[in-house]
């Protein structure tokens, strides 16, 4: 896996011209369909939802909604993140992770969350090494799929 993080991955913000390419992955990636207004949430979200193109390839995506909390605080939520299977372990998932990351501490956003499903081991092992903990378990979250339950992973970001 060490040489295979030396590939070239470039990251593209999310257009009305690729967004096509964002549903498809999403479509391949996850057993959850997803609504237009992820879609409109991703697109308003701006710098917070890249795409991961391999070469000329899209394989990958982030795609964010930011939250405005009472008393004017905003909060990043992870509505995807997801790469083929082919092209996992290259490093792109964190390198996507790591780019919201980035802006979460440069916008000075002190908290950034998602849902998972309770049995997807990989993804919760992979976010608890970016610092997310699960903060919560919500039983029935998902209507169409099993286990239908999700847990919240949360990373709380202090600022420098
Ligand atoms: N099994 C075991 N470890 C894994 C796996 C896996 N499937 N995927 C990643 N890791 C580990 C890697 O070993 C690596 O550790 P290291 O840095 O110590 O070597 C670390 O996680 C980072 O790996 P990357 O190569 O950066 O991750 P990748 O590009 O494979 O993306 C992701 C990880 C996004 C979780 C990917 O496996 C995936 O798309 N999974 C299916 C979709 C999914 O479940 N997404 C998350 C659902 S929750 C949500 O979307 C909000």
């Known amino acids: 896996m060490g040489a295979g993080r030396e590939v070239s991955i470039s990251l593209e913000g999310l257009s009305d011209k690729n967004l096509m390419q964002l549903k498809k992955l999403n479509v391949s990636i996850f057993p959850v369909r997803y609504n237009e207004k992820l879609y409109a949430d991703a697109l308003a979200s701006g710098e917070f939802t890249k795409l991961a193109y391999y070469s000329d390839i899209c394989v990958g995506a982030i795609a ?3 939250e405005k909390k009472e008393g ?3 909060h990043a939520y992870i509505m995807t993140l997801g790469v083929l299977a082919p092209y996992r372990g290259l490093g792109i998932g964190t390198k996507l992770l790591n780019h ?8 000075s956003i002190s908290e950034i969350y998602l849902h998972v499903q309770t049995n997807n081991e990989d993804a919760i092992n992979f976010y608890k090494k970016f610092g997310f903990d699960i903060t919560e378990t919500i039983h029935n979250y998902y209507k169409r799929i099993t ?3 999700c847990h919240v992973l949360t990373k709380f970001i202090t600022q420098p």
């Open 64 to 66: 964010c909604r930011l």
């Open 72 to 74: 004017g605080a905003v």
């Open 100 to 107: 919201v990351l980035d802006l979460c501490y440069k916008q």
């Open 147 to 149: 286990p239908p339950d």
